[in-house]
Structure formats: C-alpha cells, structure tokens
C-alpha cells in the first residue's frame, strides 16, 4: 500500500481533510469489499466531542469484527448502523491502545498523557477517538501490542463465562474455538475462574492452546467432540457452527451453551437463526441454551485489566503489522493463518 494524498472535494466526508486541519496516516475504506479496497491515506485527525478523548495510537488489534465491517457482512449488520452502501466510519479497526492527547469538555475520567486502551472508531490510523465509556487505563504490567489485542475479544469471552454462562469453580467448560481471538480470553479466564478447560482448536494451534492453560485440546478435524461421550457443564459455541442439536447432547442436564459466533453463515443473515432459536428452544428444556452480543461497556475492560495486570490473563500478540500491511494482517486471520491476535503497530 502507497500513502497517498487527497485534492479530492468529492472525498471529504471521507478523508476529513480541511484547510489548516492536522493530517495522520490512516487505512481508509470506500467501499465494503476485500482488503483491496483498503488504501493508506493521508486525511484529517479526527475531532473531539465532549465525552470523547483523542488517542496517539500506539497499536491497534485485528478481530473478526474488522473483516465483517470491511466485506459489510452478513448484509444484516449494514441495517444496523454501520452504512447501507458503503462504511459509515471510513477508517476500520476497534481494537486500541495509545496515550490520550487530547479530552472533550466532559471527561473527567481521563487526562493527557494518560496511557489507555479499550474500543476506538478507527483505531487503524495515527490518530483515533474513542469514547471515554469505552476506555480504562492501560495497566503498567502489559505493553501497548498486548493492550491493544485485549478488549473486543477479552470483554467478549468474560461476558461468555460469567455474565451469560455464570460459570462456577469446579465446572467442566468446552470453549469450541479456542485458539482464535475470543478463545484465547475464553481459555485463560475459565482457568482463572476455577473450571477445568478443554478447548478444540486446528491440531496446528493445539500447542498454543495448551500454553493459554487448557486441561485437554482436541481437534476439530479428526474428533467428534459433541458425541455425547463427554458431558459439559458450560459450553462456549464460537466457532463450527454446530448445530443445536449436537451441541446439546455434549451438555449435561441442565448444563448452559452460549453461542458467541461461528463463520460460514449465509451472506444474508450469517447465520444468525441458530442463535434466535436457542433461547426459544431454551423454553422447553432443562439446559439453558443463549446467545448474546458483546457490550462494549468500561466496568468490563476494566475487569479484564485487573485479570491482566494480576497476570491471570496474558493477550496472546502473535504477528504484528504495520499500518501499511492491515490488508496483509486481515488476509492471515481469514486464512486462519493468525497464532494468537494479530496487532498493527503504529508507533
Ligand atoms: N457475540 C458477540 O458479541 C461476538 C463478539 C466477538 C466475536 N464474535 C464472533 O465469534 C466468532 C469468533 O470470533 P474470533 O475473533 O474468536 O475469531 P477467530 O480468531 O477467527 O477464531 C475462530 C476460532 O474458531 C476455530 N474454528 C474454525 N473452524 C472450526 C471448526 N470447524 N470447528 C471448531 N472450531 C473451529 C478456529 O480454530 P483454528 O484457528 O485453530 O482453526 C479459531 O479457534 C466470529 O464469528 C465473530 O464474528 C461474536
């Protein structure tokens, strides 16, 4: 990727840029489309509001979150916010972590200077806003690449264990996508919790689950892990896309599935009815069948950085990226090429 400078008028809700204003390079998108459609630019620093804070982004982290907001899909999620023809926010990325350069009139929770990290709108650029509610202080015990790597998926999988799974020391827990962004948190928070962990993962990533502290790993490939032959107390669906039916007979009686997410779900709704009927389904069984999408809310980073900063929860960086690579970095995700979370170092 090339940097490249804009005269453009055409493209100024896009790159922002305005006379006198101060410029950053940033990875900017046009369209929803592969990573081909991903450009360096040069373009405007964004602006302040008043409960938001202005982040010299240090690194940014990938998650699959990144992939579905580039491709706009399933098509669903267009309706939901994100721009029906084309990225509402023209600079991807969510994952943040950097020092606060400038605060909006209303926050008080954060000063310049402050090291930070949580969920930003466009992380993947020099400059990024972020709202305050969504931010925490970067523990001192962790670098800028492990912070960075840590909210989306972190705050994911603590939600999955105890929030919605309410998972109890003891519990035998199956985290079916263990070696990927929100199985790698999944894994370590359990132990932390008190479970015995068995993760399933590709037999190439078995070892890196095994380091987070899974009990047992088992591959996906040549194992029928839903067999019945083992019985799970609490079961976080995230990758496979098992069917219900499956998925409940390797639970015990009233044992708990929450359904995080899978790929390979249709382009329309991806999938999603495997989630709307598990709740229904809930109704009329002794197991308790969920699904639930991530709240991105401060009290829960803040949870995962005291799990961080006690050394419970170590962010697992395994490639890192430069700004100019993103599309390279989003490429190995989606070729499952990716050990551990993939971070774009930007200074
Ligand atoms: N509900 C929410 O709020 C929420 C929040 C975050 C993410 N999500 C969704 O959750 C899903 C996972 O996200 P992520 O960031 O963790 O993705 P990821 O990093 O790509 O991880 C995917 C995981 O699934 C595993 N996997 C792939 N094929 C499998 C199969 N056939 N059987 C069992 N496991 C398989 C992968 O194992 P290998 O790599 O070893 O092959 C990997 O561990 C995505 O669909 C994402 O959109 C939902």
Redesign the pocket.
Known sequence: MQAQTHSNPVEDTITRAREGAKTMRAVVQRAYGSTETLQLDQIAQPQVEAEQVLIEVHAAGL???VW?LMTGKPYLLRLMGFGVTRPKNPVPGADVAGRVVAVGRDVTRFAVGDEVFGIARGSYAEYAVADASKLAHKPESISFEQAAVAS??GI?ALQALTEVGKVEPGQHVLV????????SYAVQLGKALGARVTG???A??AELVRSLGADDVID?ATTDYLDGSASYDLIVD????NSLRKLRKALTRTGTLVI????GGDRWTGGISRQLRAPLLSLFTSQRLT????AERQSYIERLAEYMDRGEVTPTVGQTYRLDQVPQAIDD?VA?R?QGKSAIVIR
């Open positions: 998650d699959r979150g579905h989306v998926s994911t079916i996508g263990a070696s990927g962004g929100v199985g399933v993962a590709s190439a990533k996906y995230i990758g496979g896309r995080v997410g899978g790929e699904m639930f999408i991530s995700l499952g990716a």
